[in-house]
């Protein structure tokens, strides 16, 4: 069981990245897929969420409007669009056995319900 997470890299404001989380070893039909963001110093914030079983998202108020979260397969993906210096971190994605439990909004509160846990992509927005 292992998620794999790539994409991030070095953009100036107002600039665009992708992020993947790929799964392999399970299927993600019954887990709630989040995207965490970890800054030095700060706690890790959970930035956005989907829910496997009806494609529901959830969304931070500091990047609603300029991230979309989306899942192909295997593969949960993280649109960053009109990035922001703020936006700098490193970005983890995580996964949370709910089905259809809990809503979107709930998984991303509960950081301990996610089991499995990407090792981490830098995203450094900077002029």
């Known amino acids: 069981v292992q998620l794999q997470a790539s994409g991030g890299g070095s953009v100036q404001p107002g600039g665009s990245l992708r992020l993947s989380c790929a799964a392999s070893?399970?299927?993600?039909?019954?887990?709630?897929i989040g995207w965490f963001r970890q800054v030095p110093g700060k706690e890790r914030e959970g930035i956005s969420c989907?829910?496997?079983?009806?494609?529901t998202t959830y969304y931070a108020d500091s990047v609603k409007g300029r991230f979309t979260i989306s899942r192909d397969n295997e593969t949960v993906y993280l649109e960053m669009n009109s990035l922001k210096p703020e936006d700098t971190g490193v970005y983890y994605c995580?996964?949370?056995?709910?089905?259809?439990?809990?809503?979107?909004?709930?998984?991303?509160?509960?950081?301990?319900?996610?089991?499995?846990w990407g090792q981490g992509t830098q995203v450094t927005v900077s002029s």
């Open positions: 995580a996964t949370a056995l709910v089905g259809s439990s809990l809503s979107a909004a709930q998984a991303m509160g509960v950081m301990s319900l996610y089991e499995y």
């Open positions: 070893g399970f299927t993600l039909d019954r887990y709630a």
């Open positions: 989907i829910r496997s079983s009806d494609g």
